[in-house]
């Protein structure tokens, strides 16, 4: 078994402190362009139970439509703050999450895979994405499958995995040495991920999913979710699901009852620095 490293209270406080700071920013660049965001999976918990984090929660998350992240990378492609970053799948080629992630540059983030890739990581916004599914159960069955295995083939294509369980391990790791050998990239990889992601962006679909959490977070239809409601998060307005309570359920079951407080903790990363 893997030992997960600890948060301390300072430390944990802090880096909360310093998402904040770049959901702020985050928040500022979707109300100057138009772009609609929703609160989402342990951060939309958190506004709901807590009005805020989850007091054991150790990022935010949010998510938003296809079109709008679309407008949002073009939004930083032609101008970002000189203190972030924006990382998609296929502007950084050894990157390996199929969703967005805004970071805070001179800031350290340290998780186990860190040294695979070739950028620091750093204090992150999470930036899901929200993709349109076909009515035809034939076509959402080919784009759900399909869609899973380029998903996990990015991944594996780019980092090799560590497991607690051994025969998971082998079999990932299985999975990484036979994409080396492949004579196809891990970009073009990405790119066949986000076709079949988008495969439907222009087609009137009311149903919608988060294709890398597919399989934990159910098919929603886009009215869960227009028109976004408002709610307080540490403060701060921001906007959640049209039917929170839906998504929510869907997520985290009875989602208004605590854990056990044996499992009120997010592990820790290997490294944490705040820089200035």
Aim: glycine content about 2%; overall charge negative; some cysteine.
């Amino acid at each position: 078994m893997f030992k997960s490293n600890r948060y301390d209270d300072e430390t944990l406080k802090h880096l909360q402190e310093v998402q904040i700071e770049i959901f702020k920013y985050f928040t500022k660049v979707c109300e100057e362009n138009d772009i609609t965001y929703f609160m989402y999976a342990g951060s939309l918990l958190g506004t709901i139970r807590h009005e805020g984090f989850i007091p054991w929660d150790d990022d935010i998350d949010v998510i938003m439509f296809r079109e709008d992240f679309e407008k949002l990378n073009a939004v930083f492609e032609k101008e970002i703050d000189d203190k972030y970053n924006f990382f998609n799948v296929l502007n950084e080629k050894t990157y390996h999450y199929t969703w967005g992630r805004l970071t805070l540059k001179d800031t350290l983030f340290k998780e186990w895979w860190a040294d695979q890739v070739d950028y620091t990581p750093n204090i992150f916004l999470d930036i899901f994405i929200l993709d349109n599914i076909p009515d035809n159960k034939y076509k959402w069955f080919i784009q759900k499958w399909k869609s899973f295995a380029l998903n996990q083939m990015t991944i594996y294509s780019l980092i090799k995995y560590r497991n607690e369980s051994r025969l998971k391990e082998i079999i990932q790791q299985m999975a990484y040495y036979f994409l080396k050998i492949l004579p196809v990239s891990s970009t073009t990889i990405k790119r066949k991920c986000v076709e079949s992601f988008s495969k439907y962006k222009d087609e009137k679909c009311e149903r919608v999913c988060d294709f890398p959490s597919e399989f934990l977070m159910p098919v929603s239809n886009r009215s869960d979710w227009v028109p976004a409601k408002k709610a307080k998060f540490e403060g701060l307005e921001v906007s959640i699901p049209n039917n929170y309570d839906k998504i929510l359920t869907m997520d985290f079951n009875d989602y208004m009852q605590l854990p056990p407080e044996e499992s009120r903790f997010n592990p820790a990363p290997e490294e944490i620095d705040f820089g200035e």
